[in-house]
């Protein structure tokens, strides 16, 4: 201000006061310049070293988040593996079926293995599905285990379908059931599936979206109306599919809990693992 004053003091009093002041603000503005200048340098913003330590830890960040992703999707993958090894075992399925139990979840289990033998024998009876679709690693470890029954519904072993036919006069008798289309044996099938797990208020009823029981519940919602729907074999085969995998998604962090528990480690001491066998071997229709 001193400077300032000296170099104005001939001019009247108000114009010397206003003209300090801005003097005085100015000469401010440039130390607080100078002094974050004086910062930056420091913390090497300004500098090429700076620029490329920045660019270094961008990278760094960027190989931890690559490598986090690595990790989380080696652990899902590990987990999958486990689960599989799991299903093709006889005691270690029963050990996760009580586990499913235990979680009220026993359905979720029960449908999903119903679900995949129909869509397994679709593959069977028409071979041309094998190159369109494809069974999930899940879905043939379930497969490879001799000791999982099979669905009365899907092999009709209690004639079931056989009856509605019947009953809705597609056949006159069963010694006629070899005549009619493979198509609307399964279809009906579908239908005695569809009761079981997405009818509402069936006991065994599985937890799935909205919109998807509303989408499969206007297909079925009278045998009359599905009698008249023409539904190829890839129709039959996706009918399930987004359900299928619906389960398999309750069923994996099912699992996830479930390898924390006294069940799952009285079974692993010794958990060799099974390879992949040959699943396709039921009958053809």
């Known amino acids: 201000f001193s400077i300032g004053f000296f170099f ?4 009247p009093l108000h114009i010397s006061i206003l003209f300090g002041n801005v003097l005085t603000t100015l000469l401010m503005f440039i130390g607080v310049l100078i002094q974050t200048r004086w910062v930056l340098k420091k913390n090497n913003l300004f500098s090429e070293h700076g620029a490329s330590s920045n660019k270094q830890n961008e990278k760094s960040l960027q190989d931890s ?9 080696q652990n899902h993958k590990n987990y999958k ?13 029963e050990n996760f079926m009580i586990h499913s139990s235990n979680e009220y979840a026993l359905e979720c289990l029960i449908g999903y293995i119903e679900l995949t033998q129909f869509q397994h024998l679709l593959m069977i ?5 094998n190159q369109r679709h494809i069974l999930t690693q899940t879905q043939k470890a379930i497969l490879q285990n001799k000791c999982v029954p099979n669905s009365s519904i899907v092999f ?29 044996q399964f279809k009906y099938r579908a239908y005695l599936l ?13 937890n799935i979206s909205y919109e998807q029981k509303m989408n499969i519940s206007n297909l079925f919602k009278n045998l009359q109306t599905l009698k008249q729907i023409k539904m190829t074999e890839d129709d039959l085969y996706l009918l399930f599919d987004e359900i299928i995998h619906e389960q398999w998604g309750l069923l994996f962090s099912s699992f996830k809990r479930f390898i924390d528990t006294q ?23």
């Open 8 to 11: 104005i003091i001939d001019l």
């Open 156 to 184: 009709n072993e209690n004639n079931k379908s056989n009856k509605l036919l019947l009953q809705h006069h597609v056949i006159n008798n069963l010694k006629d059931m070899k005549h009619i289309d493979k198509l609307i």
């Open 194 to 206: 569809y009761i079981k797990y997405i009818n509402i208020g069936n006991e065994l009823e599985l």
């Open 125 to 129: 009876n028409f071979p041309k599905l």
């Open 81 to 93: 593996n486990m689960l599989c090894q799991v299903l093709k075992r006889e005691f270690s399925f």
């Open 65 to 73: 988040i690559n490598g986090l992703s690595v990790s989380i999707e």
């Open 263 to 285: 069940l799952y480690k009285e079974q692993t001491v010794d958990l060799e693992v099974i390879p992949d066998q040959n699943i396709s071997t039921a009958t053809v229709m």
